[in-house]
């Protein structure tokens, strides 16, 4: 009985895949169109950040406004969203190969160093916010982490890689690798153990370069660990990255640490990079975030002075925006300007 049941399921499933198999391969090839991945990515608009729902200082103080980190909304392209790219003007088309430093990197590859960038400039951040609130901040340890490997590096070493030491030297910083490598010989190949997914494993690089300009192919970032009086705790997601939210970071963090309420009850929204001196870095898509900030009801837009700064007052022009814009060189710069904005 068993058998003839299951038979029968079988010669009506034949059946129906005979009679139907046009329809079934117009589905297959809809889906594949519908899905298949091309090599673009798609920027579709922008939008904000409340900064206060990343960050969480103890006893920190009250403001009656906001700061918010403006953002770039961007997706994987695919036949669809492609061609869809060219019907809506604010859609704009970004090669991937256009985001790698060469083309043997992986995407893998990118999407790290965009995290090493966010975790840099949020420890750039937290650092020159304390030390010009007058707060303590101490740096515990170093980690040196691996940003880029060159295309003709002689090494299996990663990015992502924590360094950890060198033909048994321990290394904590830039100064210590440097330091090892020029005590070595060029075509030397150096053992190395290092941090890779939380597991320690060893690797080889060889030295390149002439004796005057030793190098082994990569370019490294410092990691801090660090404490801070009063501590402070962040939680960005997995998919937040880049160093584009530093000044903004940086501001709000500040503002958490003093007395003076640096957002008089406006909601302020921002971009551009920070240095551990204070200078504030070029950023891209700078119309995109714009255009975020105006969609959420933003009065103060900051950017980095010159060519961003330009473009954003362009952008405003042209659209009619109703919004505010300050383009600043410094996290000093920016303060002041906070203090002086009267809406």
Same mark, same amino acid.
């Given at each position: 009985?068993?058998?003839?049941?299951?038979?029968?399921?079988?010669?009506?499933?034949?059946?129906?895949?005979?009679?139907?198999?046009?329809?079934?391969?117009?589905?297959?090839?809809?889906?594949?169109?519908?899905?298949?991945?091309?090599?673009?990515?798609?920027?579709?608009?922008?939008?904000?950040?409340?900064?206060?729902?990343?960050?969480?200082?103890?006893?920190?103080?009250?403001?009656?406004?906001?700061?918010?980190?403006?953002?770039?909304?961007?997706?994987?392209?695919?036949?669809?969203?492609?061609?869809?790219?060219?019907?809506?003007?604010?859609?704009?088309?970004?090669?991937?190969?256009?985001?790698?430093?060469?083309?043997?990197?992986?995407?893998?590859?990118?999407?790290?160093?965009?995290?090493?960038?966010?975790?840099?400039?949020?420890?750039?951040?937290?650092?020159?916010?304390?030390?010009?609130? #007058?707060?303590?901040?101490?740096?515990?340890?170093?980690?040196?982490?691996?940003?880029?490997?060159? %295309?003709?590096?002689?090494?299996?070493?990663?990015?992502?890689?924590?360094?950890?030491?060198?033909?048994?030297?321990?290394?904590?910083?830039?100064?210590?690798?440097?330091?090892?490598?020029?005590?070595?010989?060029?075509?030397?190949?150096?053992?190395?153990?290092?941090?890779?997914?939380?597991? %320690?494993?060893?690797?080889?690089?060889?030295?390149?370069?002439?004796?005057?300009?030793?190098?082994?192919?990569?370019?490294?970032? %410092?990691?801090?660990?660090?404490?801070?009086?009063?501590?402070?705790?962040?939680?960005?997601?997995?998919?937040?990255?880049?160093?584009? #939210?530093?000044?903004?970071?940086?501001?709000?963090?500040?503002?958490?640490?003093?007395?003076?309420?640096?957002?008089?009850?406006?909601?302020?929204?921002?971009?551009?990079?920070?240095?551990?001196?204070?200078?504030?870095?070029?950023?891209? #898509?700078?119309?995109?975030?714009?255009?975020?900030?105006?969609?959420?009801?933003?009065?103060?837009?900051?950017?980095?002075?010159?060519?961003?700064?330009?473009?954003?007052?362009?952008?405003?022009?042209?659209?009619?925006?109703?919004?505010?814009?300050?383009?600043?060189?410094?996290?000093?710069?920016?303060?002041?300007?906070?203090?002086?904005?009267? #809406?």
């Amino acid at each position: 009985m068993l058998k003839k049941f299951f038979k029968k399921i079988y010669q009506e499933t034949k059946a129906y895949i005979v009679d139907s198999w046009f329809f079934l391969l117009t589905l297959l090839v809809i889906f594949v169109v519908m899905t298949y991945q091309l090599p673009y990515y798609i920027d579709t608009g922008g939008g904000t950040i409340a900064i206060d729902d990343r960050i969480q200082i103890e006893n920190e103080t009250e403001s009656e406004g906001s700061f918010n980190m403006a953002y770039v909304s961007e997706v994987r392209a695919t036949v669809p969203t492609y061609l869809l790219s060219y019907v809506f003007n604010t859609w704009e088309r970004v090669k991937i190969a256009d985001t790698k430093i060469d083309p043997t990197e992986t995407q893998e590859d990118v999407e790290i160093r965009d995290h090493l960038y966010l975790d840099t400039a949020n420890q750039t951040a937290i650092q020159l916010a304390y030390q010009k609130a #007058g707060k303590e901040f101490h740096i515990t340890d170093q980690k040196t982490r691996i940003a880029y490997v060159a %295309q003709g590096a002689i090494t299996d070493l990663q990015v992502g890689d924590t360094i950890l030491s060198i033909d048994g030297e321990d290394v904590s910083n830039f100064d210590s690798l440097t330091s090892i490598v020029n005590t070595k010989n060029v075509g030397d190949v150096l053992s190395l153990q290092v941090l890779r997914n939380e597991e %320690q494993v060893s690797a080889t690089a060889t030295i390149q370069g002439t004796e005057e300009n030793k190098i082994i192919g990569i370019t490294l970032m %410092q990691k801090y660990e660090y404490e801070t009086n009063p501590e402070i705790t962040l939680s960005f997601l997995a998919s937040e990255s880049g160093p584009s #939210g530093g000044l903004l970071l940086s501001l709000a963090i500040y503002d958490k640490l003093i007395d003076e309420d640096l957002t008089k009850g406006y909601k302020i929204v921002g971009t551009g990079t920070i240095g551990a001196d204070g200078s504030v870095g070029a950023i891209g #898509g700078v119309t995109y975030k714009l255009r975020g900030a105006v969609n959420s009801k933003a009065d103060l837009f900051i950017v980095p002075a010159g060519e961003n700064y330009e473009d954003a007052m362009a952008f405003k022009e042209e659209k009619g925006y109703d919004i505010d814009i300050i383009g600043v060189r410094t996290f000093d710069e920016a303060v002041e300007a906070l203090r002086n904005y009267q #809406g």
